[in-house]
């Protein structure tokens, strides 16, 4: 489940348009490798500190691999690979690597698959309203504050965000 904030803003480059409601994105804490490799192989025989060692190796040479302008990839998951900006010159000679490639940072590209497998599996829940700086803990909250009636029917993630919302209560 994806916890979404929904906030009431302006985009920067159209000031006197009224502001709209953005969904946005309520990152939770990452978890630590440690986690991550005990919860991937808990009934299988691979035990955390080997795939946590494999992780350690695959991560090592996919450095070396990108460093020398190659594609990394990682199964039938995706690609990593570099990319960059660069400024234009008008003549070749003027081109100077060193002060006109910018921006440059690591890509993944996650497989056909593999996107599916996580785009078509996502839900979403809002959990959050920000309106004139002021955080509401839930859209039932916001909603109260404001005096606008809950539709427990409505699609977009509102019910009334009681316990009877979360089936685990």
Not at 50 to 71: H, N, V
Not at 88 to 106: F, H, L, Q, T
Request: glycine residues 8%; contains cysteine.
């Amino acid at each position: 489940m994806i916890n979404i904030n929904l906030i009431k803003k302006n985009l920067g480059f159209k000031k006197e348009a009224p502001a709209k409601w953005y969904g946005v994105t309520q990152t939770g804490k990452a978890e630590t490798s440690y986690a991550v490799t005990r919860n991937a192989t808990e009934n299988t025989s691979t035990a955390p500190t080997e795939m946590d060692s494999a992780i350690e190796l695959f991560c090592r040479e996919a450095i070396k691999q990108l460093l020398d302008g190659k594609t990394v990839y990682l199964g039938r998951y995706g690609t990593f690979h570099i990319a960059f900006q660069s400024n234009g010159a008008e003549d070749i000679k003027d081109y100077n690597v060193n002060s006109m490639i910018k921006n440059p940072r690591i890509v993944f590209r996650a497989s056909k698959v593999f996107r599916a497998e996580v785009i078509n599996n996502l839900q979403f829940k809002v959990t959050g309203v920000t309106e004139d700086d002021v955080k509401y803990a839930s859209l039932p909250d916001y909603r109260r504050a404001k005096g606008i009636s809950s539709d427990p029917s409505d699609p977009s993630g509102g019910g009334d965000g009681g316990i009877e919302d979360d089936p685990l209560g």
